[in-house]
Nanobody, 124 residues
Framework: VQLQASGGGLVQAGGSLRLSCAASGLTFSEYTMAWFRQAPGKEREFVSSIRGSGGGVFYADSVKGRFAISRDNAKNTRYLQMNSLKPEDTAVYYC??????????????????WGHGTLVTVSS
């Protein structure tokens, strides 16, 4: 299984970015796909997740209403649209995948597969 995240960069506060995560080596529609982030000096935290075919979307309170997760099963890719970005959104963003039960969807240990991170920097 390989997960490849892209789309990070430098943006001013209030701006937008879209992250992508391309997956290979798994049946995409059978897996929950998630985004986590890790800011400098902080622990990795849950951002958002989307279940396999059948929906089910979850967000951290800190990004609810600003971020939107989506998936394109035909392209084996999922996306994180980030709007109204704030300096506190600055972090390395990681995509993750797993056959994850609902109770574990916000947990790091709920996902056995991880991609390399992509850096998002929001300037004030």
């Amino acid at each position: 299984v390989q997960l490849q995240a892209s789309g990070g960069g430098l943006v001013q506060a209030g701006g937008s970015l879209r992250l992508s995560c391309a997956a290979s080596g798994l049946t995409f529609s059978e897996y929950t796909m998630a985004w986590f982030r890790q800011a400098p000096g902080k622990e990795r935290e849950f951002v958002s997740s989307i279940r396999g075919s059948g929906g089910g979307v979850f967000y951290a309170d800190s990004v609810k209403g600003r971020f939107a997760i989506s998936r394109d099963n035909a392209k084996n890719t999922r996306y994180l649209q980030m709007n109204s970005l704030k300096p506190e959104d600055t972090a390395v963003y990681y995509c993750a995948a797993g056959r994850t039960i609902v109770s574990s969807m916000r947990r790091i240990d709920g996902y056995p597969y991880w991609g390399h991170g992509t850096l998002v920097t929001v300037s004030s």
